[in-house]
């Protein structure tokens, strides 16, 4: 089932991907065809079989929950494009009216 | 004599017997590195100065331990490169994306600290993919590393850059990782050993993170010998990574195949389903007859199934975009790589993120994004989830029967860059040998078994158990001891 354009603007939205008409409509080709592909999964009966929710289910070890040193702040905020006060500035997230 | 000639465990003997100093050893790799490098391009950074302090480092300790009888680490003063997806501190990384231009990391990634703990100096970042996304480099934002046997063709991917540095000779071993074969692929079609361990076996601290439930941490070295050093030293619990395993890491002993039938008692499983019509006859031929040297080493084989193999492709397309998808939501322009400016917040993510991340992050993005949308995620995602089971109950009925598994690596060799371009599903059709042994988590290697008429390497894999790496070493170390395909090299000339 092939795309429409209009719903890979909708994905795109989702994904927080700026993106022009020409670059829309040639993703909805390309993901048509991926698509279309996948869907032969759909012919596999998968009647009673549990879904794989995690390889290493049988080894997971939680580290002990004890504080212990961390990077400082100044050096995480190093790669910042954009820091006040020793924190992370970014433009206004609501309209400022 | 050139060191750059040398494999690892030979410069790791030189450097323990004296007279050739990491520092000597370090500026023959720089060396090449700066001869080679505008042609290949298989580093995105050059870390000279950072590696040739670590070298006189490195004597230092060897000249201690010299005067001691404490047995050095073969790793000890060892040059690796290490794929740009794995953060070193200080040293600038990209993962080939122009949304992580200039960034710098504050950390190391565990797989890299205990090979520098050992003694190892890193000596630059490979290309790779953007964010690993690829089989070839092509999709690098900082352009595509050649192959070292043939210039116009790539060397795979996405640790194409690792693997042409080792197989050019610019370092004896390199870090790749592996989400779908990008090991395994990129070490057959350059020639070299490429390990993908078992899922958890290397912990993915510092790992940009990818497909987390896929991604692996291995090496690629030239021979198996030199692969089993540093897989051995990189392996094991970290209490940084929830899913490293906690489990014994076996020492590799690989002296005992020096006997004459080091296979003896060894059940290989050859599955039909990895000898499809289409492929390359001089990929199907070179695997089958290095299937008949492990019999003359007193292996048994057998063929085996594995029924499901032919979904592993759209499995893997919904299960790494959907991570991905995830996982590259963190790239928004505020804590790290550079802002694209706009009025409000959104405006900045949407700019940020469509200019700054190339098509196929882009397309796995949306890819996955659609696969977990409302209406859509038990058509895809938890199907995906299901059959991925299936696949991984093939494995587990298989290896009921064999010890491992042999097939081929990729159904062609290297092919010319720009082959696949605009047309992302025969790319994927790369990987279809590699991407079932990341979905079931068990453990592979790649590894040189011939040359096509035109030259280019082909590459077997063997598949194994759940951390039974140590086995699939074994068998391709007993391999190497009777054939020198991996002994081949390209570029010699040059240097």
């Given amino acids: 089932m092939p795309l429409t354009v209009e719903e890979v603007k909708h994905i795109a939205t989702l994904a927080r991907l700026e993106l022009d008409e020409q670059q829309l409509a040639h993703y909805c080709q390309q993901l048509s065809a991926i698509l279309d592909h996948v869907a032969k999964l759909s012919r596999v009966d998968t009647t009673g079989v549990p879904a794989t929710s995690g390889l290493a289910a049988e080894a997971v070890v939680l580290r002990a929950d004890e504080s212990r040193p961390g990077l400082e702040p100044e050096t995480l905020l190093r790669n910042a494009a954009s820091i006040e006060n020793g924190q992370f500035k970014i433009p206004p997230v609501f309209d400022q009216e | ?495």
């Fill in chain 2, 1 to 495: 004599m050139d060191l750059t000639d040398l494999t690892l465990l030979q410069a790791s003997a030189a450097l323990a017997k004296g007279g050739t100093s990491s520092v000597d050893l370090t500026r023959a790799c720089l060396k090449r590195i700066e001869q080679l490098e505008p042609t290949l391009h298989a580093f995105l950074y050059v870390a000279g100065e950072k590696a040739l302090a670590a070298a006189e480092e490195a004597d230092r300790q060897l000249e201690r331990i010299s005067r001691s009888t404490s047995q050095e680490s073969p790793l000890l003063g060892i040059p690796v490169a290490v794929k740009d997806v794995l953060v070193v501190a200080d040293l600038p990384c990209t993962a080939g994306s122009k949304i992580l231009e200039g960034f710098v990391p504050p950390f190391t990634a565990t797989a890299v600290q205990r090979l520098q703990a050992a003694g190892a100096i890193v000596i630059g970042k490979t290309n790779t993919d953007e964010f690993a996304m690829g089989s070839s480099t092509e999709n690098s934002a900082y352009g595509v590393t050649r192959n070292p046997w043939a210039p116009g063709r790539v060397p795979g991917g996405s640790s194409g850059g690792s693997a042409a540095a080792v197989a050019a000779h610019l370092v004896p071993a390199a870090l790749g990782t592996d989400t779908g074969g990008s090991v395994r692929q990129p070490a057959a079609f350059c020639g070299v050993t490429g390990l993908k361990p078992t899922y958890g076996r290397v912990s993915r601290y510092g790992l940009i993170a990818y497909g987390s439930s896929l991604d692996c941490v291995g090496p690629l070295a030239r021979s198996a010998a030199d692969a089993a050093v540093l897989f051995a030293v990189m392996s094991g619990r970290d209490p940084l990574d929830a899913t490293s395993a906690d489990m014994t890491v076996p020492g590799i002993d690989l002296a005992e195949v020096r006997q004459a039938s080091p296979l003896q008692g060894l059940m290989i499983g050859i599955p039909d389903e990895y000898f499809v019509a289409g492929m390359q006859a001089e990929v199907e031929a070179g695997v089958r007859d290095a299937i008949a040297v492990l019999e003359r080493l007193g292996a048994t084989v057998v063929p085996v199934s594995l029924p499901h193999t032919e979904y592993a492709l759209p499995v893997y397309y919904i299960i790494a975009p959907a991570e991905a998808s995830a996982n590259l939501a963190r790239y928004d322009g505020v804590r790290y790589g550079p802002r694209e400016a706009g009025e409000a917040m959104w405006d900045v993510f949407y700019r940020t993120r469509g200019r700054r991340f190339g098509p196929e992050v882009e397309r796995r993005i949306m890819l996955g994004t659609y696969a977990l949308s409302a209406g859509y995620y038990d058509a895809y995602y938890g199907q995906a989830q299901k059959v991925r089971t299936l696949i991984r109950r093939d494995f587990e009925a298989a290896f009921t029967q064999v010890d491992v598994i042999a097939a081929p690596v990729a159904p062609t060799t290297a092919f010319p860059i720009g082959a696949h371009a605009g047309d992302p599903l025969a790319m994927y059709l790369e990987d279809i040998f590699t991407l079932p042994a990341n979905l079931a988590g068990v453990p592979g290697l790649a590894f040189p078994v011939g040359f096509d008429g035109t030259g280019l390497p082909v590459g077997m894999q063997l598949m194994g158990r759940h951390f039974q790496e140590d086995l699939l070493l074994r068998v391709a170390h007993a391999y190497q001891q009777v054939t020198d395909w991996h002994r081949r090299r390209p570029m010699r000339e040059t240097a």
